[in-house]
């Protein structure tokens, strides 16, 4: 098994980079105006909720595996109408550039107050969050703007 995280690898120029694969279900409530945040541990800054991606499960496996471990249960459901939302850039790690593919799939929950430590953010709260660098990435305010109202 492969986790792609700081994985070691070559560009097609030859370049050595490091890249990563982070898979997340953007869960949002019933009334499609809140998203479902937690803190990263290694960060402490707001992320969605997944991880980085195990090669021995499907990108949509490995988010919801996530996503029961952060929750600590399995109540959550992948819309599958919708497709998921790719977003790839250079992230700054620690003052090192990290090629990273990130994919969010739309989620929703069934008991949306069983959340564990993760907390309900409104678009308003995202946009303060990235106002304040308080987010792991850009792709936080990215797709809450795709997915609120």
């Given at each position: 098994?492969?986790?792609?995280?700081?994985?070691?690898?070559?560009?097609?120029?030859?370049?050595k980079i490091q890249?990563?694969i982070a898979t997340?279900?953007?869960?949002?409530?019933?009334?499609?105006?809140?998203?479902?945040?937690?803190?990263?541990?290694?960060?402490?800054?707001?992320?969605?909720?997944?991880?980085?991606?195990?090669?021995?499960?499907?990108?949509?496996?490995?988010?919801?595996?996530?996503?029961?471990?952060?929750?600590?249960?399995?109540?959550?459901?992948?819309?599958?109408?919708?497709?998921?939302?790719?977003?790839?850039?250079?992230?700054?790690?620690?003052?090192?550039?990290?090629?990273?593919?990130?994919?969010?799939?739309?989620?929703?929950?069934?008991d949306e107050k069983?959340?564990?430590?993760?907390?309900?953010?409104?678009?308003?709260?995202?946009?303060?969050?990235?106002?304040?660098?308080?987010?792991?990435?850009?792709?936080?305010?990215?797709?809450?703007?795709?997915?609120?109202?």
């Amino acid at each position: 098994m492969t986790t792609f995280f700081c994985t070691p690898c070559e560009s097609f120029t030859c370049e050595k980079i490091q890249f990563t694969i982070a898979t997340a279900l953007v869960i949002r409530n019933r009334e499609k105006n809140k998203i479902l945040m937690k803190k990263g541990k290694s960060t402490e800054k707001w992320q969605f909720i997944g991880g980085r991606y195990d090669d021995k499960m499907s990108f949509r496996e490995n988010a919801e595996n996530y996503a029961e471990k952060i929750l600590g249960h399995k109540n959550t459901k992948i819309l599958n109408k919708e497709e998921p939302i790719l977003l790839f850039d250079t992230i700054d790690l620690k003052g090192y550039d990290e090629k990273t593919l990130l994919i969010h799939y739309l989620a929703e929950i069934e008991d949306e107050k069983n959340i564990g430590t993760a907390e309900w953010k409104t678009l308003e709260e995202i946009r303060m969050i990235h106002a304040k660098n308080q987010a792991s990435s850009d792709n936080v305010h990215i797709i809450a703007e795709k997915y609120l109202k």
